[in-house]
Structure formats: structure tokens, C-alpha cells
């Protein structure tokens, strides 16, 4: 394999802005023909229920299904599944499930009120969703870590029931795939993918109920019906290609950056992986790195267009400024592989996950560490968070005005009503005041 050739920009030069929006810039135009095919199986699917689902399932999955009871995989299979797995393959998945479940019980947000000086009373009803729709890529792909890090937050929110459907290309299903939506307690598990799928969870056939939200990953088609659907349920996020940010001192072993930046690069070709660093001797040795490695990892050809394509290597005059540059890339994936990487931390304001030190490989956050591996990507963790158990609760607020609050409130109100010219909603409020 020759020699590859990574984008290398200086922070220094006069450009560098302008050329870190092109490194960063990622094509998310929507493809028509995409989207009329996508929103024209909705429909079918919206108006023919379980005949379109099976229609398509068996187009698409080259399947001879009848009838949509056969999508449906029993409880006993699931927990065959769990049974049948290699004493090494449940006890890694047991692991990653049980840290996985010990942070989400972290993030439950409880409900709360307090009362006011007149007795009033306010606060806020928190409540898990009623249903989930979780999907999960079939086929070739085994995902068991994504059904742990979507299925478990979601349990332990307290969502009721749990739909997940997994493509099964002729027929064809994935054991340890199985394996972990019994281990994280999925309710229902329908063999179907795609679009068709998405239209099915949103809209609800005889067979397949709708659900409150869905989330998880899926193909161009998948993330397509997601967008499209979104409004009548909610959805997760829309994800990009795979990031990793890299901001080393040059201290740490060349080798071990190369291969953190490999783990994403290998995702698919507009992965993008990056690192930054004030020593131009090391970004010159993880070059170096990177070319006597890169021959011996098996997806070798994805990893080297992942490089070339949108890889960069980013030499600054300091920690600070490797910082200040990263808040504005917006990593989904960020490494501080630093001497001191909490007081780094600090300066940091926009990333998916922060892992902090030398030691701290991001394969262990897709994995095992426990924090959830669904992460904003493309810049929109500069507004949004990682999956996590408050997208499966909601928020009601809650209002209980004492006699004495809705005379006083109710005085505000309609002056407030009266000068938006909304006067029904001011005689609501002063029916209530005691005085004139």
C-alpha cells in the first residue's frame, strides 16, 4: 500500500478559518429521488398496514412472508439467544450492560414543585414514554452495543414497552444481536427494516403498534423516514458519518493515536478523523504511525479514504487554541490525550463525549465505559446532547393557584390579555379575581 498523504493546516496561517470550514464541511443534500421513493412507502404503508409491511419486507429481504405474525420473534427465542452465546460473548455483553444501566440510573430526572407565599403551587410531572420504537441495523452488521445503549436508558426511564425491528435478509437473524434485546429487556421484536419499518412504528398496522418515539440507527432510507415522520412521533437525532478529535501534547505513543483514529475512520469513508497538536515532531510521527499500521487492519482501503477524503492533522501554538479550534469543529468524539486532561476540560464547551487521559481509548465509550455511544455529530453538539435517559421521560408542568394566587395572578393576566387583544383570555382570568 503506498504512502498516504493526510491534509496537514497550521492554525497559524492566514486562512486557517476558511480551510477548516471546508475540512469540516459535510454534503447532507437531500436526495430527491430518495425521499419521493421514502415518502410514497410511507404512505402505502399508512394506508395499507400490515399488507404493505409485508410487501416490502419481502422485496426488500428477498422473504416469503404471509403474514405479519410471522415479523414477530417470541420471548423464548430472545432468551435462546442469551443461552446459546459463548461464555466470553455474555459475560462481555452482561458487563457493558450492567455500566451502561449503572450511569442511566444517574440521569433520571425526578419530579419536583414548591409552594408559594398565597399557597399556590407549582412544579413539575415527570413521566417515562408509553411505547419506543428502537431500531437496529440487520443484515451482514451485528450491532448488539447499540441495542444496550438505546434499549437500556430507555427501561431504566421506565418506558412501558419496548418495539424493536431488525431486518432479517432471508430470514437471517443475528444471535448476539437477539442476545442483547433480551438482556436489556426489549418488550417486542419484529424482523423488518427500512422505511417500511419507520412507517410502521410511526403510524401503527393491525400487528405492529405505534409508538411515542423512535430512535436508533439505520441507512440513508431509515434516517430519511425519520425526518419524514418526525412530528407524529418523536425521534432521536438525525446522525453523520463517524468524528473523532484528537488533542495530544505529542506524549502519548504515536502508535496508539493512529489506531484511535483508525477506530473511527474504519465506520465508513466520510468518517472523519482529526487530530490536533502543538509538537510538529509528533504529528509527523503519528504520520508515520498511521503508514506502518494501516496495511494490517482489515478494512485497511475504508480507513485510508476515510483519511485522505476528510483526515486532518492540525499543528497550534498551544493546548488553549487546540481547545478554542475544537469548540468549533464540535466533535462527536473527542480524546484530550494530555498530561492533564480535567483542567483541558475546562476550556471545552462543545462535544459529544469528552474521554479524558492517555489511557481513555473511545472504542471504550462505544462499548463499555457506560455514558451512551449515541452522540451529536456534525457540529450539533453545539446544541445538543448524547442519547441518554431524559429522551425517554417528558416534562408536564404543573399549576395549582390558591384563591389568594389567582387574584393576584389574574390581575396580571388581564392586563397582559387586554393588551394583546385577546379579551377572552382576560375575563377567564378576572372571573377570578376578588376585587375589582
Known sequence: MSS???????????????????????????????????????????????????????????RSIENASELELSKEVLKSAWEKLPDNQAQALQVAADRIRAYAEHQKIQSWQYTEADGTKLGQKVTPLDRV??????????????????????KVAGVAELIMVVPAPQGETNELVLAAAFLAGVDRVFTMGGAQAIAALAYGTETIPAVAKIVGPGNIYVATAKKLVFGQVGIDMIAGPSEILIICDGKTNPDWIAMDLFSQAEHDENAQAILISDDNDFLKAVEKSINTLLPKMERAEIIKASLIGRGAFIKVESLEQAAAIANIIAPEHLELSVLEPEALSENIRHAGAIFMGRYTAEALGDYCAGPNHVLPTSGTARFSSPLGVYDFQKRTSLINCSQVGADALGKTASILARGESLTAHAQSAEYRIKSG
Open 133 to 154: 420504537g428502537l431500531y437496529v441495523p440487520g443484515g451482514k452488521a451485528s450491532y448488539p452495543s447499540s441495542v444496550l445503549m438505546n434499549a437500556i436508558p430507555a
Open 4 to 62: 498516504l498523504s493526510i491534509t496537514k493546516l497550521d492554525a497559524s496561517s492566514d486562512d486557517f478559518d476558511q480551510q477548516l470550514q471546508y475540512l469540516l464541511a459535510w454534503d447532507e443534500a437531500d436526495d430527491l429521488a430518495i425521499q419521493q421513493l421514502v415518502l410514497a412507502i410511507i404512505a402505502d404503508v399508512r394506508k395499507n398496514g400490515d399488507k404493505a409491511v409485508i410487501e416490502y419486507t419481502n422485496l426488500f429481504d428477498h
